[in-house]
C-alpha cells in the first residue's frame, strides 16, 4: 500500500533518514511532494518520525471507525 501523504524529496535534511516522509515507498502511480525540503531555522513542522507508520494505520483505523458509526 502506497502512502497518502505529502512526501519530502529530503534535500539537506539531517533527519531526512528517520522521516517517514522521505522513506516511505511512494506511489507508482501519483505522488505528491513538497517542491522544497519543509526546514526552518533548522527544524522541521511536518517531521513524520519512526513511528509514523504505525501512528498512520491507528489513524486509519479511528477514521475507518468513525465514519462506520456514522452510516
Do not use: V
Not at 533527519?15 to 517517514?20: A, D, G, L, P, W
Not at 516522509?21 to 519543509?38: G, L
Not at 494505520?57 to 475507518?64: E, F, N, S, V, Y
Amino acid at each position: 500500500m502506497s502512502p497518502d501523504i505529502t512526501m519530502c524529496p529530503g534535500t539537506n535534511c539531517p533527519h531526512k533518514e528517520s522521516c517517514y516522509r522521505f522513506t516511505a515507498k511512494p506511489s507508482d502511480y501519483m505522488q505528491s511532494y513538497f517542491i522544497n525540503s519543509p526546514i526552518k531555522d533548522g527544524k522541521c513542522e511536518m517531521y513524520w518520525g519512526d513511528l509514523s507508520e504505525s501512528i498512520w494505520g491507528q489513524l486509519k483505523d479511528i477514521m475507518r471507525d468513525e465514519s462506520e458509526n456514522n452510516i
